[in-house]
């Protein structure tokens, strides 16, 4: 299994970034969600999406962020709005595959916004 992430950059503060991650394969994946990593810190959970489509997110992006998934595509997508220079850091996309399989990574996206 692969993740591949793209649509990281740099963005001014206010603006409007959308990533995308696309896995590799045909098996099931259970959950699907976005982390990210600001040098220094811990990586954290930004926002998770289950495979009926019932997402979640961490307080400091709600109204901000919106996770969604095209199941058919093996594809999540993380539209991030209203960007701050806090949200800077390396995004990772994360699959669950359930306990069988377990997680799987992305390499991540570096994702830079400007004050």
């Known amino acids: 299994v692969q993740l591949v992430e793209s649509g990281g950059g740099l963005v001014q503060a206010g603006g409007s970034l959308r990533l995308s991650c696309v896995a590799s394969g045909s098996s099931f994946i259970s959950a699907m969600a976005w982390h990210r990593q600001a040098p220094g810190k811990k990586r954290e959970l930004v926002a998770r999406i289950t495979a009926d489509g019932s997402p979640n997110y961490a307080d400091s992006v709600k109204e901000r962020f919106t996770i969604s998934r095209d199941n058919a595509k093996n594809t999540v997508y993380l539209q991030m709005n209203t960007l701050k220079p806090e949200d800077t850091a390396v995004y990772y996309c994360?699959?669950?595959?359930?306990?069988?399989?377990?997680?799987?990574w992305g390499q991540g996206t570096q994702v830079t916004v400007s004050s």
């Open positions: 994360n699959a669950n595959y359930g306990l069988s399989m377990g997680d799987y």
